[in-house]
């Protein structure tokens, strides 16, 4: 079990520009989510997808942001035309098989962005 | 949505037993309660879950009155170590909040 692992840990990026994120869940875990969080927040849920399939989105996750999980194991998170608000750890998150109430989810260590 | 409230901040000394109380006032039928660690420019790590009454593990334990409208975690003896912010997390997936937290610091 090597854990939760997301790349880039950080990136700086110009206003405009598309970023995207990689995030590697826990072997077999089939639940996958994305949060953001700025400082002095908790965690903002973005999605959360099951296996391939993306079951809940946020009214967070404008139609500049879009993610992906394309084979149910990793998962890759884009931003469009980013913008300075942008600016945020983006954190992701898996679980294992079982019954969704009672959900662990396993943090990686987030991917920090900065939009100049 | 079930939202959640914790204080702010919290100070406590080595060696003491903290208690952290969340309020969650509109919890579903079918939602847990999930406390999580968050240390800077790390992910939360999960602390300890429960449904109602009473849970205890290695790290802490979590009391659950029967309303269950609130939750408290309980940090037996703490260390300088446990200076972190806690979250605690009602529901699941797309149906949860994580709130702004506590900061708990530890002074020696």
Known sequence: DTGVSQDPRHKITKRGQNVTFRCDPISEHNRLYWYRQTLGQGPEFLTYFQNEAQLEKSRLLSDRFSAERPKGSFSTLEIQRTEQGDSAMYLCASSPRGVASTDTQYFGPGTRLTVL | ?108
Not at chain 2, 51 to 61: I, L, P
Not at chain 2, 100 to 107: A, F, N, R, S
């Open chain 2, 1 to 108: 949505l079930a939202k959640t409230t914790q204080p702010i901040s919290m100070d406590s000394y080595e060696g003491q037993e903290v208690n952290i109380t969340c309020s969650h006032n509109n919890i579903a039928t079918n939602d847990y309660i999930t406390w999580y660690q968050q240390f800077p420019s790390q992910g939360p790590r999960f602390i300890i879950q429960g449904y109602k009454t009473k849970v205890t593990n290695e790290v802490a334990s979590l009391f659950i009155p029967a309303d269950r409208k609130s939750s408290t975690l309980s940090l037996p003896r703490v260390s300088l170590s446990d200076t972190a912010v806690y979250y605690c997390l009602v529901g699941f997936a797309g149906k949860s909040t994580f709130g702004d937290g506590t900061t708990l610091t530890v002074k020696p």
